[in-house]
């Protein structure tokens, strides 16, 4: 997809809002799930009402894409009530997203913000792979280079991940890690899924998004009976639901959204240094809400992760202009040389 040209005031903006809502989101979770005052929530319920407001804000945009109301009902009739098999289609990434956002809240609530905030970069090696195999593309010298790179920056950060002083709940660091791992494999597969589905039709972006998020309703609602029913029977649905929870919930679901206005406007380089700025204010949120003491190992590989992200959004070189000198152009050169 091209980027549109537009004013540089403009990308900053995006990336500002996406630097911020990804460094914020992590950190105020973190917070409602290890050192917030009050009853815990259930987050089963967190991601589903997640998937509820992104449904409205979706349907908020269609209806200003159609700009008719008539035409607005004439679209959800066909491609929703009338394509079955297209909602169908669509449940796949709604479940994969559905576990991967149940999976940052067990995360979270085991790691700090910050060592989640650079594990989870991992995600671009899995959806390198999958855009290998489901998409049939390749990957520069250089983008491979940068995935081993990002790798070994992990394994560093984790190898001896730092620890919080101001958090006194219980944790288990390999929980975490494993709910990470877990987070990346279904971003990774989730997204190409869903971009490839894009690309199969004309279909608009809002009217995918319609279909998947019904889906995801769905499928967190039997999340949500299988894991808190009767808890949530007990106390109900919005037991222990804070402002900062709602924050969070509002982060998630805006976040989601303005990812793909982001796309639009803005080239990999900048989502690039969006991710290393969000992984800096994350430390630097977590230094002094956490207590957060950060080791040498956690720094070195947080360095060689943003430098890795930076080196895997560089464009690739162009070498199909580059051609070899035809016989011609041999021959006038030797010619040049005899009459010198």
Aim: hydrophobic residues 50%; aromatic residues 12%.
């Amino acid at each position: 997809m091209a980027v549109e040209n537009v004013s540089v005031v403009f990308k900053l903006y995006c990336l500002a809002v996406m630097t911020l809502v990804a460094a914020t989101y992590t950190v105020v979770l973190r917070y409602t799930r290890t050192i917030s005052s009050g009853d815990l929530y259930f987050s089963t319920t967190a991601v589903c009402i997640t998937e509820v407001i992104k449904l409205i804000l979706s349907l908020g945009m269609l209806a200003k894409e159609t700009s008719s109301l008539v035409r607005l009902k004439n679209t959800l009739v066909e491609h929703i009530f009338h394509s079955p098999k297209e909602l169908l289609k669509l449940s796949v990434p709604s479940l994969v997203y559905a576990v991967q956002n149940n999976m940052a809240f067990i995360a979270l609530s085991n790691l700090d913000a910050a060592v989640y905030q650079v594990t989870y970069q991992l995600k671009i090696p899995c959806t390198a792979l999958c855009t290998v195999f489901m998409l049939n593309r390749s990957l520069s010298r250089l983008q491979w280079f940068s995935v081993f790179m990002l790798c070994g920056g992990v394994t560093l950060v984790q190898w001896k991940p730092a620890e919080a002083t101001k958090v006194q709940i219980e944790q288990n660091p390999f929980i975490g890690f494993m709910a990470i791992a877990v987070a990346v494999l279904c971003s990774g597969f989730a997204g190409v899924y869903f971009e490839k589905v894009l690309k199969s039709s004309d279909t608009s972006l809002w009217v995918r998004n319609i279909q998947m998020y019904l889906s995801g309703i769905l499928v967190t609602l039997i999340g949500v009976y299988i894991n808190d029913g009767e808890k949530v029977l007990e106390k109900g649905f919005f037991y222990g639901y804070t402002p900062w929870v709602c924050f969070v919930v509002f982060l998630a679901s805006v976040g989601g959204l303005y990812t793909s206005i982001v796309v639009k406007y803005t080239d990999n380089i900048m989502k690039g240094f969006s991710a290393a700025a969000a992984i800096v204010l994350s430390t630097v949120a977590s230094v002094l809400l956490f207590g957060l003491r950060i080791t040498f190992t956690f720094a070195s590989g947080a360095i060689l992760v943003c430098v890795s992200i930076y080196l895997y959004g560089l464009p690739k070189q162009d070498t199909s202009k580059v051609t070899r000198p035809d016989k011609e152009t041999h021959t006038e050169f030797k010619q040049k040389l005899i009459t010198v």
